[in-house]
C-alpha cells in the first residue's frame, strides 16, 4: 500500500514540473481548418460554370470576417454555358472573405503574378492584384495591368472585366501598340476545347 501512493506521489510531482502553461491561440492568424489538394466545382443551371484547384486551403476565423487562404497557389477555370473553357486565371496567393455583418459581400482576392487568359477570345492579362465580386460577377484591380491580344498591346492602371475575363476595360493606358496589317487567311485554332477532326460516317 506504502508503495503504490509513492508510486502515484512521484508522477504527480514529474507531471507538474514538466508541463508549463499553454500559450493562447490567436485564432485570426492560426487556421482552424488545413485541407490539401482541394477540387472545387460551381454549377449554374445544372452546368459547370467554374472550377476551382488550389495545393493547400487554410480556413481562418477573426472577429469580424471568416476567410479561406491559398498560400500555395490557386487556379481557376471558367466555362461557358456550352461548356467550353473560356477562361483561366492563376495566382500565387490568394484569399476568399466571408464577412459576418450581413449585407457584405463575399470577396475573393487573388495576389503575386496574376495571370488571366481568355481562351476564346485569345487575351492574356497579367498584373500583381485582382479583386472578384462575387455577387457583381466582376473582376477589378487598381494595380498595373498588362493586356497582350491579338490586335496588339496595351498597359494600364486599373482594368474592369466580367467573371469570365471577358469585354476586359483597361484604365490609364500608355505606350502600347496595335497590330494594323493581319493576314486574312490565318486560321485561329481553339488547342484547349480542340476535340479533332469528325469522324467519317
Not at 482541394?38 to 480556413?59: D, I, K
Not at 482576392?109 to 492574356?124: D, P, R, S
Request: proline residues 3%; hydrophobic residues 40%; charged residues 25%.
Amino acid at each position: 500500500m506504502l508503495a503504490i501512493t509513492f508510486v502515484v506521489a512521484s508522477i504527480v510531482v514529474s507531471c507538474r514540473s514538466g508541463i508549463g502553461e499553454a500559450e493562447k491561440l490567436d485564432l485570426s492568424k492560426t487556421p482552424t481548418q488545413r485541407s490539401h489538394d482541394v477540387f472545387a466545382v460551381q454549377t449554374r443551371n445544372g452546368a459547370v460554370s467554374m472550377r476551382m484547384e488550389s495545393p493547400l486551403m487554410e480556413h481562418y476565423d477573426a472577429d469580424t470576417v471568416s476567410y479561406d487562404a491559398f498560400p500555395q497557389g490557386i487556379s481557376v477555370y471558367g466555362y461557358t454555358e456550352d461548356g467550353l473553357l473560356e477562361s483561366i486565371i492563376v495566382a500565387d496567393d490568394a484569399r476568399h472573405i466571408v464577412p459576418k455583418k450581413a449585407g457584405r459581400d463575399e470577396i475573393w482576392e487573388a495576389f503575386g503574378n496574376v495571370i488571366m487568359h481568355n481562351v476564346l477570345e485569345q487575351e492574356t492579362m497579367e498584373t500583381d492584384t485582382v479583386y472578384w465580386d462575387q455577387a457583381k460577377r466582376e473582376i477589378y484591380t487598381d494595380c498595373y495591368v498588362k493586356l497582350y491580344s491579338r490586335q496588339g498591346f496595351l498597359q494600364g492602371f486599373g482594368m474592369r472585366s466580367d467573371d469570365h475575363v471577358r469585354n476586359s476595360i483597361l484604365y490609364r493606358p500608355f505606350d502600347g501598340y496595335g497590330v494594323v496589317v493581319q493576314d486574312s487567311t490565318a486560321v485561329i485554332i481553339d488547342s484547349v476545347n480542340f476535340i479533332g477532326p469528325f469522324p467519317k460516317k
